[in-house]
DNA sequence: TTGAAAGCGCTAACAT
DNA sequence: ATGTTAGCGCTTTCAA
């Protein structure tokens, strides 16, 4: 089943066919319904290596996904899920790269002209992909920030807002002692780009506000120590930030042991709220925001010249019952 | 830069280029290193919708990975990672589907010669993809077992068996008062492959053994109503059951809150152990094997007939420190 | 508004 | 052991 048996089948040539289906030139409406009706009969299917080879253009895009343990999985995937929902919006398929990869993946893909572009998660402040991108000319979108974006296209939450606006309404509830519970140690080590923009929002925003505020990178399993820590250091605490979805429930159970609880304790979290726990005022992460931003971008830097530059989406904070005004 | 670039730089013909690519043909040590030389020099990279118009071979297979709520992302992700990590190893990639295309998905990507083979995880017991797959006689590779298991290659792990598994070790144990605590009851309704056969290997076994046993599916919002329920109606219970890796933190504390600890209450988990939590008595879910078996059958089916069939990876238990002979 | 035909870069059958 | 060459199925230029 090829273009020339639906080109028959319809009598037209095979061009008329392909243009068509790509909207290339303009086809007479009677001319067009006939072919239509004749891919339909015929259930015709255009081969897509013969379609690259012919358009270059492969229509498909590769998402890069991290697979550190250290990253928050679910996230991850919602990321995943709407890029391939947005990509299929924009007739593209997604190939999936695994971190493991590395640069050479890009390489590879690029090279054979397997993809027409790629979108890069996880991205480190000081990232070993984003040189292989620049040196690749292939169009690219990051999900995150490198520390030097000059040339490249990057989509992200604005973090450092995000950070920032939890210091901005605890303050307004009058709090004043605050602890900022992070990302396990080693996101910080190499530097992710959203764990240390958040950081960077709370001190510069809990500065301003002229509050107390530090800071605690936190795992799962160290939860529980950080909350006994924190409970004896600094007695006057009422107000938590955490940016650790993982962490959030051990977090609230080891002070609630103390009888601490939102929302005395008042408690805003950064990223989605778990199902089942107790609603936070929380800071959402638009992972299908994002992710349908960056194939947008990645898909006007593949018809054209694209708008590289940094998209930094506004933090939207949602009040919910774990904060309230200091006693 | 193609392979007749190659051709004349090593000064032997296109075909000889693809032949020591490909290996189809035997070629004399001295050529095959010169060309290598040459596409090293070069740095070539052959055009894969080339490749795949004149070979009729795409080199990529097709992963459907699930979008469900009640699907353990974790878990599915591991999936994910080791299909991407086994079919490298085989020379392919992976395009990435969603559960939400549906048979539509796979017709696409079938017809259009975009990829070689698929895999299709979280396979229900009467899974609308399943007649698709038979109709395309496209290679595929099932994690899970659907009822009708005719002519399709199956992959999993024997969930059955280890529902029994579990059984077993709590009877040897001489705990004679066993629940078993599962997954949403979304997942029974819609007749998840592997959650049903879990059950059922538990109940079997536990007739065999003689010993009381109760099933209750469960979700982590109502893991803790579930532990209150189970303390009052059950108060001879002893053993524990847990297939459902994201209740298991809520549960414990639940039972912890009545004095309800391991291994006086015998636990054993189903799947993964979350990091941070207490050593479980578990039946891991092998995941990489998974999916680098679903690979090598996949690859099996591509080259030649293949092994249709169902195979079924033994578990195994491996008994740590919340499992305890009965008082 | 449509058709004819020249490639796109590779593989594999055929030839030597 | 290697070379020649006819496609693979599509897009797009050129022509009408």
Not at 26 to 44: N, Q
Not at 56 to 73: Q, W
Not at 245 to 253: K, N
């Amino acid at each position: 089943m090829r273009i020339s048996d639906v080109a028959r089948h319809a009598g037209v040539s095979p061009s008329t066919v392909s243009y068509v289906l790509s909207g290339k030139r303009s086809i007479s409406e009677t001319t067009r319904r006939r072919v239509k009706e004749s891919i339909d009969a015929l259930g015709y299917q255009p081969h897509a290596g013969a379609r690259s080879l012919a358009s270059r253009r492969s229509n498909v895009i590769a998402l890069v996904i991290p697979l550190r343990g250290d990253v928050h999985v679910p996230v991850a995937m919602r990321f995943a899920v709407s890029v391939v929902t947005a990509a299929r919006a924009h007739d593209h398929d997604v190939l999936l790269l695994t971190q493991g990869e590395g640069p050479d993946g890009l390489r590879r893909v690029s090279g054979s002209a397997m993809v027409d572009g790629v979108i890069v998660m996880d991205v480190e402040a000081d990232d070993a992909r984003v040189p292989v991108l620049r040196e690749l000319d292939l169009p690219s979108v990051l999900i995150g920030v490198p520390e030097d974006t000059e040339g490249l296209t990057c989509v992200d939450l604005d973090f450092a807002a995000a950070g920032a606006a939890c210091v901005h309404h605890l303050a307004d509830l009058g709090h004043t002692d605050l602890a900022f519970v992070g990302q396990p140690p080693s996101v910080y080590e190499r530097r992710t780009g959203f764990a240390e923009r958040t950081t960077t929002g709370f001190e510069r925003a809990a500065a301003e506000r002229g509050v107390r505020a530090t800071l605690h990178p936190c795992s799962p399993d160290t939860a529980h120590g950080l909350a006994e820590d924190l409970l004896r250091e600094r007695p006057g605490l009422t107000g938590l930030i955490v940016h650790n979805e993982p962490s959030v429930g051990p977090l609230l159970e080891s002070f609630a042991e103390h009888g601490r609880t939102p929302p005395e304790l008042s408690v805003v979290a950064i990223g989605p709220v778990p199902p089942g726990a107790p609603p936070l005022t929380s800071v959402d992460l638009p992972a299908e925001e994002v992710g349908a931003r960056a194939v947008g971008l990645l898909m006007d830097k593949i018809d054209g010249p694209g708008n590289p530059g940094v998209t930094l989406l506004e933090p939207r904070l949602t009040s919910r019952e774990s904060t309230a005004p200091r006693a």
